[in-house]
């Protein structure tokens, strides 16, 4: 027997997409019958009473959780989100119910060892419910209380060699596309770069010194499978600067209808035979391509790379041998002044490790943002106040045209002083001399 009725969320259990109501009744049971004899070290009936406030909720509309929450471990200013339920008699089981970020290894990849070893530890110390993952990157443990951070943070360290992921004013967890792990198009090694940067500002990841949040994503191409160009106040996007490899037999083959364009992606409805010059040529947005005589031509010097002849004939298409990244700067979500995505730093900058030349564009940034920027005004906030060619004077990087998608239509130009012959002083009786009042 249930301890709550939830008729609402009962409901969400019928359909074909796997209910997370389901899920949480069969975590519910697992706990009540505690078959492995499991020391739980928050309330039992934990996952029970969190379905109970969700009813609640479900119910009258309103969210159940107090304002905010300040908890964490020592030595750390972040990593836990702390939450209180303000229907505690109620639903004891969830009056605490922090959150813990947990920093996920690079693409997500795991072995079952090290996930059963993570389940042992929250069984035993949280809800056993998680988020996997956050839309960061994190793994996500969801509910426990305070007494337990400082023991699942120690067990976390000393036998799982795994560290917290971020939160505050900081450098958050960075994330990554599965890259070359598994991915023809990766264009540098997204997770190896993610997983060196993440260890490389651990300090700014853990202890919040920056006026708001900041955050890296990686991307392996154009194609964006992690979203940095939306999600990260500075995406790197793999990029390539010499010629597409085009394997001519291959493009043939995709002609005669031997390879499925896409990989087969639009396999699911009849869109007739591949035909080459609708699907590819014609959409090429630069108008670079062309197909005659069974052969097919790319003027790379016009090509943007912007992975649709790749995408659709990846068995005769791959990105170019000269591969490094782009830098684009500035994405953020509404609030405050307007949404943005990121913008055209670095066009092209080289991949290779110690990573050197990317670390300083990434310093040379925060040098400025943490100096100039306002309390709680993220990067791309502090590019408008402050503009764009202060950017580009503290990355120390010359204005080129791939900076802007169109030159200004305003005259309001600002010029520095000595830039202007003469320069700003000038004296009204000189001017006088020739023009009289
Ligand atoms: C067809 C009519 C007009 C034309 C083609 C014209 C054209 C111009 C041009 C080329 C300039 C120089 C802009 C610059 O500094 O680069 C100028 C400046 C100016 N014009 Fe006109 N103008 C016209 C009418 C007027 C009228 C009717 C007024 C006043 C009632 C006026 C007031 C001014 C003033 C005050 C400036 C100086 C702006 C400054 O100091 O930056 N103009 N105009
Ligand atoms: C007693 C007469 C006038 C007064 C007191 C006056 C006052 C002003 C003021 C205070 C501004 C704003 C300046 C700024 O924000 O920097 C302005 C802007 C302007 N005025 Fe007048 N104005 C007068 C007559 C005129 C006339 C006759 C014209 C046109 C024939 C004119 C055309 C403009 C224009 C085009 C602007 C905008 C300039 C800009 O874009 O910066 N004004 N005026
Ligand atoms: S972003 Fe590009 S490289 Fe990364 S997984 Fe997606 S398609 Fe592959
Ligand atoms: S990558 Fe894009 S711009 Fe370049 S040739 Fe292919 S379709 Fe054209």
């Not at 389940?119 to 994190?138: I, K, P, Q, V, Y």
């Not at 939306?230 to 390539?240: H, I, Q």
Request: net charge negative; aromatic share 10%; charged share 25%.
């Amino acid at each position: 027997m249930a301890k709550h009725q939830t008729p609402l969320l009962d409901q969400l259990e019928s359909g074909p997409w796997p209910s997370f109501v389901s899920d949480l009744k069969q975590e519910a049971e697992a706990r009540a019958k505690n078959e492995r004899n499991i020391e739980y070290q928050i309330p039992q009936d934990v996952v029970e009473d969190l379905m109970g406030v969700l009813e609640l909720s479900y119910k009258d509309g309103t969210t159940h959780w107090k304002h905010g929450g300040i908890v964490g471990v020592f030595g750390y200013g972040g990593g836990v989100i702390g939450r209180y339920c303000d229907q505690p008699e109620q639903f004891p089981g969830v009056a605490h119910f922090h959150t813990m970020r947990v920093n996920q290894p690079a693409g997500k990849f795991y072995t079952t060892k090290y996930l059963k070893e993570l389940c042992d530890l929250w069984e035993f110390r949280g809800s056993g419910l998680t988020n996997m993952h956050g839309s960061t990157g994190d793994i996500i443990f969801l509910g426990t209380t305070t007494p337990q951070l400082e023991e699942i943070f120690y067990e976390l360290t000393h036998k799982h060699n795994q560290d917290l992921g971020g939160s505050g004013s900081n450098l958050r967890t960075p994330s990554d596309c599965i890259g070359q792990a598994r991915c023809e198009y990766a264009c540098y090694d997204t997770q190896a770069l993610c997983h060196y940067l993440t260890n490389e500002y651990q300090d700014e990841l853990h202890r919040p010194a920056f006026p708001y949040k900041f955050k890296f994503k990686f991307d392996g191409c154009p194609n964006c499978c992690v979203a940095s160009i939306a999600r990260a106040d500075l995406s790197f996007v793999g990029t390539w600067r010499d010629e597409i490899q085009i394997d001519q037999e291959a493009v043939k083959a995709y002609v005669a209808g031997e390879f499925p364009p896409n990989a087969g992606a639009h396999a699911g409805r009849d869109w007739g035979p591949f035909d080459i010059q609708k699907e590819v040529i014609d959409r090429c947005p630069t108008g670079c391509m062309r197909y005659e005589d069974g052969k097919l031509e790319i003027n790379n010097r016009e090509c943007t790379r912007c992975m649709h002849c790749i995408n659709v004939m990846p068995r005769a298409l791959k990105p170019g041998k000269d591969r490094g990244c782009s830098i684009l700067a500035g994405a953020k979500a509404p609030i405050l002044d307007g949404a943005q995505m990121g913008s055209l730093l670095v066009p092209f900058i080289k991949v290779e490790e110690p990573y050197d030349e990317i670390k300083e564009v990434i310093e040379a940034i925060w040098d400025w943002w943490m100096e100039e920027g306002k309390n709680r005004e993220r990067l791309g906030e502090l590019m408008k106040r402050q503009g764009f060619q202060k950017l580009l004077e503290v990355t120390n990087i010359k204005p080129v045209p791939q900076h802007v998608q169109e030159p200004r239509t305003n005259p309001y130009i600002f010029w520095k002083e000595e830039e202007v012959p003469g320069g700003f002083e000038r004296d009204i009786k000189e001017f006088r001399k020739h023009h009289q009042r």
